[in-house]
T-cell receptor, first 112, second 111 residues
Framework: GAVVSQHPSRVICKSGTSVKIECRSL??????MFWYRQFPKQSLMLMAT?????????EQGVEKDKFLINHASLTLSTLTVTSAHPEDSSFYIC????????FGPGTRLTVL | GQQLNQSPQSMFIQEGEDVSMNCTSS?????WLWYKQEPGEGPVLLIA?????ELTSNGRLTAQFGITRKDSFLNISASIPSDVGIYFC???????????FGTGTRLTVIP
């Protein structure tokens, strides 16, 4: 099956700093990748759809200037959380589209 | 975004029992997917359904795509401890790649 990786798996940062999360499709090319956020004991909420070579499409209520998405190649999308605050602490999960969505293992972000 | 309603929200069952959970939506989907998520990990695809009325099995798991295209259910037979996790349904519309996720069913299997 298709494999998606994320890096880092965990990150702790100070309030006000920026954090970059990478999402890679390891054995296939993905023109479309998705970024989700999941708070404890809740479902996955789509943040944005990342299309290779074009601007990401953000869901309503997600600040595009705070959550910067870059999909520069067919195997890599990055999410940068800028000026992170404690309320941004969450589990961030990416997925890549092949014949369906394949999910990465997630990144646990903790902002102190 | 739209969320699908799953029930039950949580289940505590004895090892060996069968499990049934369902997912309903107020609107139609053309693909239904069932995922399992374990703590600290991303969701893993269990079963994909592409046609109304379709019944598909994957080992001890069986899922059906409702005739109305607004619901789906997942059954797990003869549960084992490693079935523990959160099960999410997800729906997709024709021509779209994005998914709408259910609220999740947390399964606990008591040995």
């Amino acid at each position: 099956g298709a494999v998606v990786s994320q890096h880092p798996s965990r990150v702790i940062c100070k309030s006000g700093t920026s954090v970059k999360i990478e999402c890679r499709s390891l054995d296939f090319q993905a023109t479309t990748m998705f970024w989700y956020r999941q708070f404890p004991k809740q479902s996955l909420m789509l943040m944005a759809t990342s299309n290779e070579g074009s601007k990401a499409t953000y869901e309503q209520g997600v600040e595009k200037d705070k959550f910067l998405i870059n999909h520069a190649s067919l195997t890599l999308s990055t999410l940068t959380v800028t000026s992170a605050h404690p309320e941004d602490s969450s589990f961030y999960i990416c997925s890549a589209w092949a014949d369906t969505q394949y999910f990465g293992p997630g990144t646990r972000l903790t902002v102190l | 975004g739209q969320q699908l309603n799953q029930s039950p929200q949580s289940m505590f069952i004895q090892e060996g029992e069968d499990v049934s959970m369902n997912c309903t939506s107020s609107s139609i989907f053309n693909t239904w997917l069932w995922y399992k998520q374990e703590p600290g990990e991303g969701p893993v695809l269990l079963i994909a359904l592409y046609k109304a009325g379709e019944l598909t099995s994957n080992g001890r798991l069986t899922a059906q795509f409702g005739i109305t295209r607004k619901d789906s259910f997942l059954n797990i037979s003869a549960s084992i401890p490693s079935d523990v996790g959160i099960y999410f349904c997800a729906g997709r519309r024709t021509g779209a790649n994005n998914l709408f996720f259910g609220t999740g069913t947390r399964l606990t299997v008591i040995p």
